[in-house]
């Protein structure tokens, strides 16, 4: 279970860091997508300190 959340954890992490990054990879991800993702993860506070990223991008995406 604990290694299933930490690469559940390590693939959210990645697909949002291609989205800050941008170019194709980060051009598919969606945020709203990712912050459901990262809803279902373990609790615990590298999962609340990559919720609140999310949550700070999709804010800013939302303000362009």
């Known amino acids: 279970e604990q ?3 930490a ?3 390590a693939t959210v992490a990645s697909q949002f860091a291609a989205k800050l990054k ?3 990879i980060g051009d598919v991800v969606d945020l709203g997508e ?5 809803a279902s993860l373990p ?5 609340a ?5 999310i949550e700070q991008a999709r804010a800013m ?3 362009k």
Not at 34 to 38: D, H, I, R, S
Not at 43 to 47: E, K, L, T, Y
């Open 3 to 5: 290694a299933g959340g």
């Open 7 to 9: 690469i559940q954890l």
């Open 22 to 24: 941008g170019g194709p």
């Open 34 to 38: 990712l912050a459901n993702l990262a």
């Open 43 to 47: 609790d615990g506070p590298r999962v």
């Open 49 to 53: 300190e990559l919720r609140t990223m």
């Open 61 to 63: 995406e939302g303000a």
